[in-house]
């Protein structure tokens, strides 16, 4: 039973993650006249790195993250980090995303997963229970 629970919560979390990337890529090449105005830095490559923190005693079991629309599955997952592998992204890149999914030992566990870019830390997401499942975006 805890297998397929966590399985529905893998697949619905990478829905979720696979919904906003699309979103993003869509969004990423919306017809903009006004180029010269951007600021967030996606003319440029980023070097991304994705990691989570979970409260002692919580197991991490599984992450994806990616891109735009390039998601990264990374399974069989065990202990309470993870870091993925540096990620570089391609000139004009709009979005990078990211879900964990991990098991507490109570109610009050507590999941945190974190978005670096250019050795920057620009995104934070939660999560508090049992069955953790803590996601983040950020626009570049």
């Not at 919306?30 to 980023?46: P, R």
């Not at 005693?57 to 399974?75: F, K, L, M, R, W």
């Not at 920057?120 to 950020?138: D, N, P, V």
Request: charged share 20%; net charge neutral.
């Amino acid at each position: 039973m805890k297998k397929m629970k966590m399985s529905q919560l893998l697949r619905g979390a990478f829905f979720v993650l696979l919904t906003t990337m699309l979103i993003g890529a869509v969004t990423s090449c919306s017809n903009d006249d006004d180029d010269d105005n951007n600021v967030n830095g996606s003319k440029k490559s980023h070097k991304v790195v994705f990691k989570a923190i979970a409260s002692s005693g919580s197991n991490i079991e599984a992450a994806v993250y990616g891109i735009d629309g390039n998601p990264t599955t990374a399974t069989s997952l065990s202990g309470a980090t993870w870091t993925s592998p540096e990620v570089t992204s391609e000139t004009g890149a709009y979005n990078a995303n990211v879900v964990v999914n991990a098991l507490g030992v109570d109610a009050s566990s507590n999941l945190k997963v974190q978005i670096w870019v250019d050795g920057e830390l620009k995104k934070e997401g939660t999560s508090t229970g049992k069955i953790l499942s803590a996601s983040a975006s950020y626009v570049f």
